[in-house]
């Protein structure tokens, strides 16, 4: 009886104590999560991040203008008050241009982010994302089978592709901005080669669920940059950047087409990843499909315009679906030959749907209603769901 009672005693004990540990740990890890959202939410608040619409826009901006006070970006009526009360003492410093108090207290929108703040932020941001994962992934949230060499790998290759994409953002810009490249010209590249690059390296991560989040750091990041170059002040990497992805080197137009463009990325991942080919399906039709058919078109489609649309051509829309389907097909290749994805077709039928799937893609291209931008890639990949799997 006392070796029971004593036995029973040790048990209980030490499993008290495991989840004593483990409870430890996941308010550790909670807390860093809390605090994540909590940094976010303020550098939200305080480099506004509601888009500039005339219904926000105070009575007074021209007077200030005239002031030289620089007011580009606005908020809600009544949340100035709570930046300026408990969030700008933290961030006077670095974002907020120089203005006295009375200014401060009558603007009732924010002012641009300055340089060094839009660094500063890009960086906690990319930190809090990853540490916030990487805890998920350490408590097996992100699945059971996450060891340490595995979360060092998605770790690894995360930063090592987003290190790359950001190198390839940057070297293209310059060259726009040195004069080598039009703008037009640097945009369509970007367009066309980020995101099968990107899908290039898919086999590098892990095989587990939670890759996908790791993976998803990269677009993450990226939309995030977009969106502070084109709100941000005027600085030399802003500049350059919308000059290179933008057709007139507005930055507003960021906010468009490109933003849209590592939104869908990002929504791939998350959606798809290594699931399927699905994803991969949708984004080589929304890079390859969609950038090859402006270029094509602008160069060889000035004498063959479709009968209903003077801004679409044949040859366009020809390369449209060659550019789609080559690009697919060599992608699904990759994966399946690197085992990130498997396919039970013969590759005789998976090239035949993918080619079905460019056509009615270009197809929907060629809508004088809706944004392409959303349609292509959404046709492509549900497409590519209903054929192929």
Aim: charged residues 15%.
């Amino acid at each position: 009886s006392f070796t029971y009672h004593t036995g029973t005693g040790i048990i209980c004990t030490t499993t008290f104590t495991f989840h004593y540990k483990q409870i430890n740990r996941i308010m550790h890890y909670k807390q860093l999560i809390l605090t994540f959202l909590l940094s976010v939410t303020r550098a939200t608040l305080v480099i506004g991040l509601i888009q500039k619409t005339p219904r926000y826009q105070h009575r007074g901006t021209a007077a200030r203008k005239e002031r030289g006070i620089q007011l580009q970006h606005p908020s809600i009526k009544g949340l100035h008050k709570i930046i300026h009360e408990k969030v700008r003492p933290h961030f006077d410093s670095h974002l907020y241009a120089d203005a006295n108090e009375e200014e401060y207290s009558s603007a009732q929108e924010a002012t641009p982010i300055s340089s060094s703040g839009k660094k500063e932020f890009l960086a906690l941001s990319a930190g809090i994302y990853l540490a916030s994962t990487i805890a998920l992934a350490k408590l097996g949230i992100l699945g059971q089978g996450y060891t340490d060499a595995l979360i060092a790998q998605d770790t690894g290759v995360a930063l090592l592709t987003t290190f790359l994409a950001l190198i390839f953002v940057k070297v293209v810009t310059k060259l726009a901005a040195d004069g080598v490249l039009q703008s037009r010209d640097s945009r369509k590249i970007i367009h066309i080669l980020s995101a099968p690059l990107f899908m290039i390296c898919w086999p590098l991560f892990s095989c587990e669920w939670g890759a996908r989040l790791f993976a998803a750091f990269v677009p993450a990041l990226q939309a995030l940059k977009l969106y502070i170059a084109a709100t941000s002040s005027d600085d030399v990497d802003s500049n350059e950047l919308a000059n290179a992805i933008s057709r007139s080197g507005d930055k507003e137009e960021v906010l468009g087409g490109p933003f849209i463009y590592v939104i869908i990325l990002l929504s791939a991942i998350m959606l798809n990843f290594r699931d399927n080919l699905s994803g991969a399906i949708a984004l080589c039709t929304m890079a390859a499909g969609d950038g090859m058919a402006d270029i094509i078109g602008r160069r060889f489609g000035k004498t063959n315009k479709w009968f209903f649309s003077e801004s679409k051509s044949i040859a366009g829309t020809m390369g449209f679906i060659v550019s789609a389907a080559l690009c697919s097909i060599g992608l699904a290749s990759w994966l399946m030959y690197t085992n990130a994805i498997v396919v039970a077709l013969p590759m005789g039928a998976l090239v035949s749907r993918i080619i079905l799937i460019s056509v009615v893609s270009a197809l929907v291209e060629l809508l004088p209603v809706g944004d392409d931008n959303w349609s292509v890639p959404i046709t492509a990949g549900v497409l590519s769901s209903i054929l192929i799997y």
